[in-house]
T-cell receptor
Framework: SQTIHQWPATLVQPVGSPLSLECTVE??????LYWYRQAAGRGLQLLFYSVGIGQISSEVPQNLSASRPQDRQFILSSKKLLLSDSGFYLCALGGEGRSETQYFGPGTRLLVL | AQSVTQPDIHITVSEGASLELRCNYS??????LFWYVQSPGQGLQLLLKYFSGDTLVQGIKGFEAEFKRSQSSFNLRKPSVHWSDAAEYFCAVGGLGGYQKVTFGTGTKLQVIP
């Protein structure tokens, strides 16, 4: 079965510091991978998606970037964090079969101070 | 463009009472529809999904949802709510074939009182 790992689970970072969040998946090959952000009391905002190695699409302009160096690895990065980057970051996979059913990882809580 | 509306931000029900969470969608073709549940500090868990066929879909944890094309709705129901159902619920709509963006609603937070 599919498994999604995210780390770290929680992160507290100062403004202006770099960021690297990692997502790895197991039990599937060539998945579509997604990064979402959930701000307090708000819905899910799609940040990036990837349909394959090295293929990244950005949904919104922002202070963040994403990379997919391996088929089952998806990384979210920033060179300099802003206060507004605080939130709950969710990695998801999808793309099996004809439907885009998405399955989510446990998330990373990021607090920028 | 596709969209999802969950008109109720917060709902409170008594334990043992029935539950209905509303979801309306906008999509130009036959939609794929989903309900997810999120407990505090956790990721989203898929409750159920509708692709085609029977418009009444059964999911996990005793939930069901009914697709009504004429009303562009996909409401989630449960006949008897348990305290452990307290969580946030998200409706989502997507499309068929290859990569299709899935759009999520803003969520409904369910509170269960004894």
């Amino acid at each position: 079965s599919q498994t999604i790992h995210q780390w770290p689970a929680t992160l507290v970072q100062p403004v202006g510091s770099p960021l690297s969040l990692e997502c790895t998946v197991e039990g599937t090959s060539n998945p579509n991978l997604y990064w979402y952000r959930q701000a307090a009391g708000r819905g899910l905002q799609l940040l990036f998606y990837s349909v394959g190695i090295g293929q990244i699409s950005s949904e919104v302009p922002q202070n963040l970037s994403a990379s997919r160096p391996q088929d089952r690895q998806f990384i979210l990065s920033s060179k300099k964090l802003l206060l507004s980057d605080s939130g709950f970051y969710l990695c998801a996979l999808g793309g099996e079969g004809r439907s885009e059913t998405q399955y989510f990882g446990p998330g990373t809580r990021l607090l920028v101070l | 463009a596709q969209s999802v509306t969950q008109p109720d931000i917060h709902i409170t029900v008594s334990e043992g009472a029935s539950l209905e969470l509303r979801c309306n969608y906008s999509y130009g073709a036959t939609p794929y529809l989903f309900w997810y549940v999120q407990s505090p500090g956790q990721g989203l868990q898929l409750l159920l999904k509708y692709f085609s066929g029977d418009t009444l879909v059964q999911g996990i944890k005793g939930f069901e949802a009914e697709f009504k094309r004429s009303q562009s709705s996909f409401n989630l129901r449960k006949p008897s709510v348990h305290w452990s159902d307290a969580a946030e619920y998200f409706c989502a709509v997507g499309g068929l074939g290859g990569y299709q963006k899935v759009t999520f609603g803003t969520g409904t937070k369910l509170q269960v009182i004894p």
